[in-house]
């Protein structure tokens, strides 16, 4: 006498569905939250220099505050250029930020898989948006061979005072949240980089 086994619940499979579609739309809204912080912060620079031209030169013409506001931005973004090539002191870089992002072709459209903030050129975070897809952990071959050997460890060799922190999914041992201080080289954040994008590329 044979069994058959029961067939798959329809009601399942619809939940199912739908919690696959919520999630993807958490972590859609997610990268939107982070883009518009940037931009929030973005806009709140450009309003505090611009009220600090106001209050030097009230009595100024539009078009003289407008050549030095233009004059302002210029200046920032070769600041922030100089970072990637000049050896700069500390107390010049605090409050500094660099952001870079990391995209893979996923089918039809890029998808945005981590986020690396660098914060006065020593503290380094690394958010990964979606991490219950990629499941990455400490023990992970591919993390282990790709990111810890061929970044992490040479760094360390380099700088032995660089800390690494690891914060996790909620329950689990899935990795979120990355974060390296002591950096000491603009060269340790391009390698970073690299090797995650390697990384993220098995996926």
């Known amino acids: 006498m044979s069994t058959n086994k029961p067939g798959k619940n329809p ?15 958490y972590y859609k809204k997610k990268e939107q939250l982070i883009e518009l912080e940037d931009e929030i912060s973005a806009l709140k620079t450009t309003i505090d220099n611009l009220n600090s031209i106001i209050s030097s030169k009230s009595f100024h013409s539009a078009a003289e505050l407008y050549s030095e506001s233009e004059k302002v ?12 090539i000049e050896n700069i002191p500390q107390e010049q870089v605090s409050g500094t930020k660099i952001k870079r992002k990391i995209f893979l072709q996923k089918e039809e459209e890029e998808e945005l898989i981590c986020i690396l903030n660098l914060y006065d050129m020593d503290e380094l975070e690394i958010k990964i948006l979606q991490p ?27 700088t032995p005072n660089m800390e690494l922190n690891y914060e996790y999914l909620k329950n689990t041992n899935i990795i979120e949240k990355i974060v390296i201080k002591n950096l000491k080289s603009i060269k340790d954040f391009d390698l970073i980089t690299e090797k995650l994008r390697d990384l993220f590329s098995r996926y």
């Not at 199912?16 to 579609?21: A, E, G, K, V």
């Not at 931005?73 to 990637?84: L, M, N, P």
């Not at 050997?149 to 360390?156: S, V």
């Open 11 to 25: 009601e399942i499979e619809k939940l199912t569905i739908i919690l696959s579609n919520l999630q993807n739309l």
């Open 73 to 84: 931005q210029e200046v920032e973004k070769k600041s922030e250029e100089r970072y990637f």
């Open 132 to 158: 219950q897809k990629y499941k990455l952990q400490e023990t992970s071959e591919n993390f282990i061979a790709l990111f810890l050997k061929e970044a992490l460890i040479k760094i360390k060799e380099r």
